[in-house]
């Protein structure tokens, strides 16, 4: 069955920053990769995705992942944060075994600090 | 206009009653589903279905028993409702299954069984 960690609980980045979250996952096959993200009271949006060919992918917002095989990983970065990037943001993989299902990682909360 | 709404956002209730949380998306989609956000958030899916017809069930309490009258909405109804069943309830769609496309998701329904 696959699985995904997100090391960090919780970040906190100055406003202006750099930020990475880490995103490890485990599946036997090429996986389907995806970051949500989710603000305050709100639903879950999605910022990318990774299914197959360029392994650096852009998203909304300013986003993008990077796809290593080799370390099953697929870390979010975005060069320059702003304050409105407060959220949560959650790493999920998704596998076709007879029906199509999104396992979440359990998230990590982003703090910027002005 | 609101893509996925959920009603209602809020809902307190007793342990033993029963309950329902309504779900209607105007997207057009023909997949729908439902997650459960604990409150450490780790997001679950519950079930997925895909022009009325179910199509994913987790290892979820038959306490708990979806419906779909029709491809736009999706309720989910909960019988004798225990403590542990405190959680944000997430409906989604996309716009159909088997492609891992974007899912949308509502805003959340919290419940709180006192």
């Known amino acids: 069955a696959q699985s995904v960690t997100q090391p960090d609980i919780h970040i906190t980045v100055s406003e202006g920053a750099s930020l990475e979250l880490r995103c490890n996952y485990s599946y036997g096959a090429t996986p389907y990769l995806f970051w949500y993200v989710q603000s305050p009271g709100q639903g879950l949006q999605l910022l990318l995705k990774?299914?197959?060919?360029?392994?650096l992918v852009q998203g909304i917002k300013g986003f993008e992942a990077e796809f290593k095989r080799s370390q099953s990983s697929f870390n979010l970065r975005k060069p320059s944060v702003h304050w409105s990037d407060a959220a949560e943001y959650f790493c999920a993989v998704g596998a076709l075994q007879g029906n199509e299902k999104l396992t979440f990682g359990t998230g990590t909360r982003l703090t910027i600090i002005p | 206009d609101t893509a996925v709404s959920q009603t209602p956002k809020y809902l307190v209730t007793q342990m033993g009653n029963d309950k329902s949380i309504k779900c209607e998306q105007n997207?057009?989609?023909?997949?729908m589903y439902w997650y459960k956000q604990d409150s450490k958030k780790f997001l679950k899916i519950m079930f997925s279905?895909?022009?009325?017809?179910?199509?994913i069930n987790e290892t979820v309490p038959n306490r708990f028993s979806p419906k779909s009258p029709d491809k736009a909405h999706l309720n989910l109804h909960i019988n004798s409702l225990e403590l542990g069943d405190s959680a944000v309830y997430f409906c989604a769609s996309s716009l159909r299954t088997g492609y891992f496309d974007e899912q949308y998701f509502g805003p959340g329904t919290r419940l709180t069984v006192t």
């Open positions: 990774y299914f197959s060919g360029d392994t």
């Open positions: 997207l057009g989609h023909d997949t």
């Open positions: 279905y895909n022009n009325k017809e179910l199509i």
